[in-house]
C-alpha cells in the first residue's frame, strides 16, 4: 500500500522556520522525482519545489528560491523541506507528491504550515 505522510508543519513566526518531512512506504522509493506542492485558501495547488529520484536535480518555484531546500534519503524513504525566511505568503497545506510516470503517482494527506505576521 502506497503511503506518504507529512509531519513539521505547524504556526511559525514571520522570518522563522520550520522543516517538513515526508515518509515514503509501499513503493520503490528510489524510483520517484519528489516534490512538495502548497494550497493557500482559495488558491490553486502549486508545485514549490522537485527532487529528482537520485536528488542530483532540484528546482524551485521562483517565489521560494534561496530559501527553501528540497532533499531526499532514499536509504530512509523520507524527503524534506527545509523552509527558512518565512512569510506570510507561505501559509498553506503542504503536500508531498510521488510520481513516476502518468499513471504513478500518489500523494500524501497534507501538514498546515501557518506564518503569523
Known amino acids: 500500500q502506497v503511503r506518504l505522510v507529512e509531519s513539521g508543519g505547524g504556526l511559525v513566526q514571520s522570518g522563522g522556520s520550520l522543516r517538513l518531512s515526508c515518509a515514503a512506504s509501499g513503493f520503490r522509493f528510489s524510483d520517484y522525482r519528489m516534490s512538495w506542492y502548497r494550497q493557500a485558501p482559495g488558491k490553486q495547488r502549486e508545485s514549490v519545489a522537485v527532487i529528482s529520484s537520485d536528488g542530483s536535480v532540484r528546482d524551485y518555484v521562483d517565489s521560494v528560491k534561496g530559501r527553501f531546500t528540497i532533499s531526499r534519503d532514499n536509504g530512509k524513504n523520507t524527503v524534506a523541506l527545509q523552509m527558512n525566511s518565512l512569510n506570510f505568503e507561505d501559509t498553506a497545506v503542504y503536500y508531498c507528491?510521488?510520481?513516476?510516470?502518468?499513471?504513478?503517482?500518489?500523494w500524501g494527506q497534507g501538514t498546515q504550515v501557518t506564518v503569523s505576521s
Open positions: 507528491y510521488a510520481r513516476k510516470g502518468p499513471r504513478d503517482f500518489a
